[in-house]
């Protein structure tokens, strides 16, 4: 008798968050689950190619074995890289003069 894996799948983009509940047979890795759920038909632009995949917040390839429990997520691309974001966030406070601007400057220009 096979055992079934009770999995969830998490996608989420800026105007839709889907979790998607899933058994699965034992064995069936994040390739399976990603066919079992139809999140592919749902969101036609997701690449299955170039999609990153992981399970609980750590990165997993398709072919990895999924456990019971688990949760499948599937990553988009970042907008922005956050270093850059971060690095215009302090320019900005610089230039504004604000006192939390202030305490990334040096000490003799305070």
Known sequence: MSTLLSVELAYAEPGAQVLIPLSL???ATLR???AASGILTRFPHLDPATLKT???GKLKPLDAPLADHDRVELYRPLVADPKAA???RVEKARRDGSVEGRKWTNRDAR
């Open 86 to 88: 971060r690095r215009r």
């Open 32 to 34: 399976d689950a990603l």
């Open 54 to 56: 992981g399970v609980f």
């Open 25 to 27: 047979p034992d064995g």
